[in-house]
């Protein structure tokens, strides 16, 4: 299990930085390894680093979520997603789930989310208005909206998240599923005040912390199905029809 991909020149994320992923054996730095707690399987343990540890790293270490707060989060049903719902959830947050099913929608309800969103029958920027009202810049509408957008499909979905943030939000990201460089929107930053904050990977310490969450049952590792390594290819098509909710693990 990787313990800090962030620091790319004594290790980095195995399958994407070094090579070794989808493979029967792989070699790594002593210093990367994390021990599993005893009740936890390899597979619940395969899920936490990659998606669990970014989605730690920007909600808590970056992001600062905290209770009290509102927070929507685009691509709820994804392996980052359904980490990003438990954690707001266990932090204090009233979670609003954006998914594109209503199957996934009724799993994220049972994982917590208080508000779930179907982007495929409702634009989400309306269905937050609808909720929380539309933000505006001073006066009782200064308190409209949400505190926190978590968005790491980037894409279309981009400059609508600016718009459902209230005055001094802030829009988290650790990715572009959905493209990279998306038209942009610099007045509602501005006149907002609004604060983007990336954030890349995740650091040892959050890898032990999710692993202690899930020994005690705070927190669970979705993992939607289990493949032998001989299938990756199918599970890797199931990712990109999006037919997955949490994460698929792959298993030599």
């Not at 400059?159 to 943030?165: A, D, F, I, N, P």
């Amino acid at each position: 299990m990787l313990g800090d991909p962030i620091n790319r020149v004594e290790g980095g994320l195995t399958g994407e930085t070094v090579h070794g992923g989808l493979a029967e054996y792989c070699r790594l730095k002593t210093h990367q390894l994390v021990v599993i707690p005893d009740g936890i399987g390899f597979e619940a343990a395969a899920a936490l680093p990659c998606a669990y540890g970014t989605a730690r790293r920007m909600m808590f270490t970056k992001g600062r979520v905290s209770a009290g707060e509102k927070v929507l989060i685009l691509g709820a049903s994804g392996g980052v997603g359904v980490c990003c719902v438990q954690l707001a959830k266990l932090a204090g947050a009233t979670v609003i789930a954006a998914t594109g099913s209503q199957e996934k929608a009724a799993r994220l309800r049972a994982l917590g989310a208080d508000h779930v969103i179907n982007y495929a029958e409702q634009d989400f920027v309306q269905a937050v208005y609808g909720l929380y009202g539309k933000p505006a810049r001073r006066g009782a509408g200064s308190e409209n909206g949400v505190d926190v957008v978590v968005n790491y499909t980037g894409g279309d979905t981009w400059t609508r998240s600016l718009r459902v943030l209230r005055v001094g939000g802030r829009l988290l990201t650790c990715g572009a599923t959905a493209g990279y460089d998306p038209p942009e929107d610099i007045r509602f930053i501005w006149t907002f005040e609004l604060q983007i904050l990336g954030s890349n990977g995740w650091g040892r310490e959050d890898i032990t912390a999710l692993l202690d969450m899930v020994q005690s049952g705070r927190l669970e590792a979705v993992v939607d199905a289990i493949y032998p390594l001989e299938r990756a290819a199918e599970a890797l098509a199931r990712l990109e029809n999006r037919d997955v909710f949490g994460k698929l693990v792959i298993v030599p």
